[in-house]
């Protein structure tokens, strides 16, 4: 009975299983359908095909941004506008006790002064005679704005904000983020979350941690080579050259915006939520934004501070942070350390990872994710585990690629250490470990992807004939010189976008979408795909981008607009397309089917044809409109996610000074289809620029005593310069396997591998591990002398 | 101590300084026109508060209202809506407020206006057709721009004064500027483009 | 800003009596450095004194003695340019160290010279001497003294062109008020005066937060620095630069030399970025007088000139950058290869 029971069961469950593999089989083959039904109807053309897909062109906003004629928010001027400024708090944790702006309000040119306190606990109706205790008003980060100056000038302002009087109570400071053992005897420390895999799993009675700890230590005894390593990256800043801030202004009782912002179409509600009105009532402006790379997402407070300030008084408001306030407040990357161990078999092949790392985003704890680490690479066999250490610093903001930096830097470091340990050069040992396509050792792009990527690099690096191993190369005086390379990986799948295409019966094209142009080239990218579409120049296309009040495109941010805006902007061009097609037909006497825009001409069969003119006249009175929109995470011909990267680094050190100069760079990179080659590879040297600029220039430095940023000015802020760059050489990885696959994101990529690249070739060229990136003299000198004493 | 004063005084006297072939003319003149003057210039005019300067700007005669602690970068931005000329730093370490004065790279940004009476300003917007923007399109030498107008001042004003400049001498001779995308290897590619006679060259 | 009275006169006369007047007041030349401070509300001046329209602070000169006199307000690039100075690589190498030529045309060498300390504290607005040089030593002091820092002054002295004034032994022409100490000269009436002496003794250890790094009393300035006809001296910069930028050096030295028979017969070394002052060292030019120059001789001559270096918790690398500087500005002066960048 418990047989037949259990073999029903059985059944019942096979049967189900086999159900749902149907389903899931159908599913697959709706969706194959569908996906193919939308490559015939959407589909990119072939690349020889391309009239403008993948040429060269320049950007739509060149003259205006070179010639000084485009307007950022910082250049927005208003009849009648105020200019404020705040007051930063000059401790890095501290309770306000009291704040006296009287002086300040007396001040010429002085207009409005605003107290940023946060609100007391409210009175509840039911019991009020019952006052809640005050809340403490406590900072916890240099720079945090108390107060709101606005006045006639720059300098009113100023002067006011100086004339605030504020009485501070200091509190303790914790500021030592690379320094586990201090963080932890601060408690200042909390879980960022661990993870443990090993090939072979427990048994049912095994404790796991216990199981897992002597399958560790196993898989060391059998290593045949074993790296034991400390890596880091200290923290650093956005360093926005356009500060955060806003012009803001007040028509007929709405507000307008104008918004240095990375999310044109999500900060109206920002406003809204903080202004207690609904998002109708807000529109936000930004048609040019002086730098975005993940900090500016939202109105932050001192927007709508200027907001409440301009309602008050009446005139329009211009916040724009100080450059000191933009080093504390404008966002901050985490830092990271980390100590592992690792195993390899004689091969070189990495069998088991055991690490631990920690950091810090500032004062809410956050860091470097435990899931990117080690990078890219996946051995069987590993324990990671994360610490998360509370700061006095401003909390970080999402900064280019969030984590994978710090977690490359911080982990192919070390496989570069074990390339070091064995004599080996460092490409083999990269190339076995990522694995084959079919048992890959790596997370992300495909091991052939990488693979590919890496014999390109290696050519245009002439890495075979330039490689010698760490620290055996020639000297010329006291420089020596290195090889160092990375991998990395990245999503950047399409973000959801909607636009409103019009096309009138006089020929014009404009499109309204409340995307935004950080400067990646979204405008030109825009006219590019419907250019393609209509066989038009890109000038023909008019694209308005930038206001809240078109239709919503996602935020730019994580890689994510080239994809949203191709997505919505082929499809809504091929939708108007195929209605002017079907009027052309007719005229014509053709197919519609057969019908092809190039050249400015809709052609058909037997030499038929129309110009776009023409065929535009055919529409009627009204301009054809056509929305399309795309939602984020539908599959799509166009589109796509998860790409490889590879960088390779020749860099030459001065053993005397510990100054590194970077000689050659070569980035290869895969983005799925290559909309506009020329802004691509724009993309790619400013994130090379950035990677080196943090591999071996800057970093937040906080004093250890009182917290406070004590190089939040561009002269102290250090940052590569042109004559710090070398040559740079970029290779957009475009093989059709890649290219089949549709658009993908680039802005995060390409600035993930400088880092852990840059530090590798300092090892080779050296011979010792400079340990935590920026790789400044100082520290260069002192990992020579650390070796000095140890060998 | 190491940093003892081994010198003795310098044994140069005011003979010494006046007897200079060019000197003679210059401190000698000055001397005796200071004594001329001596009177009238502790009447020398002390400015405070608004004034109404006369400024040259993109070859215009303006007019505009500054206090002596206004800057150029100010007057420009706020009052002649020459926006291109950028506030990056407080100090003149970012080359986002270059401008020409008298043919001269300078930062706006920490030059008062009340200085720059009798001088001729010229800003990015004056480059309008120049060649040096229509290179820096078309090498795609700019992201999101806000450095740009600085660099496009500088890089003219570096040709100027180098119009035959080597890919060496152009690393070299634009360091005074940020920019913080990374657009540099393609400003490179900018200046050179210029050197070679330009976009259309 | 705060708000300031402004002025600019067009003698060294009208100057002085400017500087006379009540309130506090600072001297305005090329502004690169004065306008920052200002802007931060780090300095707060009551009056403003512009040099720049002053003809006689804007020319070079060649004086009867082969001495050359540049005037305070010259700009740098105009120095860098001068044929005057050629045979005085070592301050064409330094201005060229700047790197940026929005500084090299508007800075001047007055106010190059005088420009004050970068340090990190001052310019956050904890006094020239960084709470009596507390906020230092239980700071970050990786760009602080490792000379002359015994005191509460822990910065480094700015000027990256004065060791190499030092180097060629150049004078500084200042004049003020007769009270001052100068000889009287008839400027101004009677109460004028102007003083001639060695340019390093412009500079000095402020002692308390009264004290400047200069030794300018108030109402006097700096009217023009007179450089000696040392054409028979080798001379050199070098600046340990990590960037290509106009990011100050971590460490710096000047030097020249007089070379005879391949031996040095006499120079100066002085050190930049190291001290509060620059420091100039009389045992790395005695260590290098009677040698020939050469990579063993300019090692021990850097090897002399930082031994007694002091460094503070953090910064104890700039002893080998300040070691290694000396040794290249030996090397290069005597136009030999330093062996690195």
Partial sequence: MVNQQAEKKKADTKAQDEAKAAAAKAKAEADANKLAEEKAKYGWPAKEKSSLVGKRVARLDGLPKSTGTAKYTYDINLKNQLIAKGLGCPHAHCKIKSIDTTAAAKLPGVVFIEVLKPADPPIDPKKPDEVPPKKDWEIEWQGEILAVVAAESEAAAAEGVAAIKVEYEKLPVFVQEDNLAAAKAAGRTFPGGNKTQTEKIAGDDDDVDEFSAKELARLFKEAAHVVEGYYGVDPITHCCLEPHGSTVEWVDGKLVAHLSTQNVSGTDEGFAAGLQITSDDVTVHCDYIGGGFGSKFAPDYWAISAARISKATGRPVKFMLDRDQEFKLGGNRPSGYLKVKLGADKDGVVTVWDSEHWGSGGATPSGVSQGVVPYVFAPKNFRRVATNIKNNAAPNRAWRAPNHPQACAMTQTAYDDLAAKMGADSYDIFLKNLGTDEKPLVAGAKPSVYAGEMEVGAKLMDWKAKWHPHGKGPAKGSVVEGLGMAIHTWGGNANSSTILLKVYPDGGVETFCGTQDLGTGTRTSCAMVLGETFGLPIEAIKINIGSSKYPASGPSGGSTTIGSVCESHRRAGVDALLKIADLVAAKLGVEAATLKAVGGKIVGTGGKSVSWKEACSLIGMKPLEVMADYKSGTPSPLSNRTVGGVQMAHVAVDRETGIVRMKKFVAVQDMGLVVSPTQAESQIYGSVIMGIAYALFESRIQDPASGAVLNAEMKDYRLPRLGDIGEIVINLYEPESERSRGVIGLGEPPVISPGGAISNAVANALGVRVPVLPLTPDRVLAALAKSKKVG | MDRTHHRPPSGFSRRDFLRGSGAVAAAGAIVSQTQAIAQEAKGTRILSGEQTLALSVNGKDVKVKAEPRTTLLEVLRYQLDLTGAKPVSGDASSGASTVMIDGKPVSASVELAVRCVGKKIETVESLAKDAVPAAFVACDAQQCGFCTPGFVVATRAFLNKNPKATEEEVRKGLNGNICRCGTYANVIHAALMVVKGGANG | ?341
């Fill in chain 3, 1 to 341: 800003m705060k708000s300031f009275a402004y002025a600019s006169p067009t003698t060294e006369g009208e100057a002085l009596s400017l500087l006379a007047e009540p309130g506090e007041i600072e001297i305005l030349a090329g502004g690169t450095d004065l306008v920052g401070l200002m802007k931060k509300m780090i300095i707060t001046p009551d009056l403003v004194v512009n040099i720049l329209d002053i003809p006689s602070l804007k020319t070079i000169e060649q004086l009867d003695n082969g001495a050359i006199a540049i005037g305070a307000a010259v700009t740098l690039d105009e120095v860098l340019a001068h044929p005057y100075l050629d045979p005085y690589p070592a301050i064409g190498q330094a201005i060229e160290g700047i790197s940026s030529m929005q500084l090299q045309c508007q800075g001047t060498i007055g106010g190059e010279v005088l420009q004050r300390p970068q340090c990190w504290y001052f310019r956050g607005g904890r006094g020239l001497l960084a709470a009596g040089g507390s906020a230092v030593e239980d700071g970050d002091s990786r760009y602080h003294a490792i000379f002359g820092n015994d005191g509460a002054a822990k910065f480094v002295s700015a000027s990256r062109i004065a060791p190499a004034l030092i180097a060629l032994n150049a004078t500084a022409r200042v004049i003020g008020p007769v009270a001052t100490g100068g000889s009287p000269v008839g400027l101004n009436g009677e109460d004028a005066s102007e003083r001639f002496f060695p340019i390093e003794q412009l500079f000095r250890i402020p002692r308390h937060e009264g004290e400047r790094e200069s030794v300018l009393a108030r109402g006097e300035f700096l009217t023009h620095i007179i450089l000696p006809d040392r054409r028979n001296f080798a001379s050199a910069t070098y600046e340990v630069r990590q960037g290509a930028g106009p990011d100050f050096p971590l460490a710096a030295a000047a030097a020249s030399l007089r070379i005879e028979g391949g031996i040095v017969r006499e120079g100066e070394i002085v050190l930049g970025q190291v001290a509060p002052t620059p420091w100039i060292s009389r045992a790395a030019v005695a260590a290098l007088i009677g040698q020939p120059v050469n990579e063993q001789t300019a090692e021990a001559a850097g090897l002399a000139a930082v031994t007694a270096a002091r460094p503070l918790s953090h910064n104890a690398y700039k002893v080998q950058l300040a070691k290694t500087a000396v040794k290249r500005a030996i090397l290069r002066a005597a136009g030999q290869e330093t062996g690195g960048f």
